[in-house]
């Protein structure tokens, strides 16, 4: 269906959300920009908008054949998707398959240490607060989400780590970690939002054992290590190579 792009109704570092003419949908475009460390880096990497809005495209399409709610809808160019339009729970949720990034910098595991069960951490939304990592007692002192709520996010969180880290293994990719965020659409079911792609996800090449080279996600960008869009180009490729 043609969609018909009105007002802006919110710009964030990577994505800019439109309204269009059903109430309930938004028009997202993915944006060139990359930003690290609370945006203290910043660049324009042509290209990289596209990319993302393409592999979070079959990312979600992958959830949703496998019984997860997602916010999106369908693709709708190069760097557009429509979406439900959602109340966005201020919640950043991360689960890590191998320690490696703030896991590492902020306690003495050691990098590489397989994480078994997968260990989810939460994080509260706020880029002027340098979205702070949450304890169980500041979430409930937030009051953000009920418990049941709360149990529901963790449950759907291990579900799509499942769903994806086995499907980036047949792809000869390991799934690091990543970063989701969940909001409620009009009929107030919690879906998976925002976009899962190299820009919150960290994907290691099985292929490679080289520690940098196998590097294929933003961290080529945080790091100054280049190729960072022949690295999200790798990805969009063996996605749509499929298994091999
Ligand atoms: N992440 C994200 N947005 C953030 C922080 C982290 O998408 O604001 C993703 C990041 O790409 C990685 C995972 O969440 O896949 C865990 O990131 P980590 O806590 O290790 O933070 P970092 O080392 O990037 O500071």
């Not at 149990?151 to 780590?161: F, G, K, L, P, Q």
Request: charged fraction near 30%.
């Amino acid at each position: 269906m043609n969609h018909i792009q009105g007002s802006l109704i919110y710009e964030g570092k990577a994505k800019r959300i439109f309204a269009c003419e059903n109430p309930d949908l938004v028009l997202i475009e993915f944006k060139n920009d990359a930003t690290a460390f609370n945006a203290k880096k910043r660049s324009e990497i042509e290209g990289k908008g596209s990319l993302n809005c393409k592999i979070s495209a079959s990312l979600f399409k992958l959830l949703e054949s496998n019984g997860i709610p997602t916010h999106f809808l369908e693709l709708h160019s190069e760097t557009f998707m429509i979406a439900d339009k959602i109340n966005v729970i201020p919640l950043e949720v991360v689960i890590r398959n191998i320690a490696t990034g703030s896991l590492c910098r902020e306690t003495p595991i050691n990098q590489g240490t397989i994480l078994n069960p997968p260990l989810l951490d939460l994080y509260y939304k706020d880029d002027e607060l340098g979205d702070p990592i949450l304890t169980e007692g500041r979430l409930k002192l937030l009051n953000i989400v009920d418990n049941i709520q709360m149990d529901e996010i963790e449950m759907m969180t291990r579900s799509v780590n499942n769903i994806l880290k086995e499907y980036f293994d047949s792809l000869d990719l390991l799934l690091v970690d990543f970063k989701l965020e969940f909001g409620t659409n009009s009929s107030g079911t919690i879906v998976v939002a925002d976009e899962i792609s190299p820009d919150n996800c960290r994907f290691w090449d099985k292929k490679n054992s080289d520690p940098k080279q196998r590097i294929l996600d933003k961290d080529r960008f945080r790091q100054d290590l280049g190729g960072v869009l022949d690295a999200y180009e790798e990805i969009l490729k063996r996605i749509e190579k499929g298994p091999s």
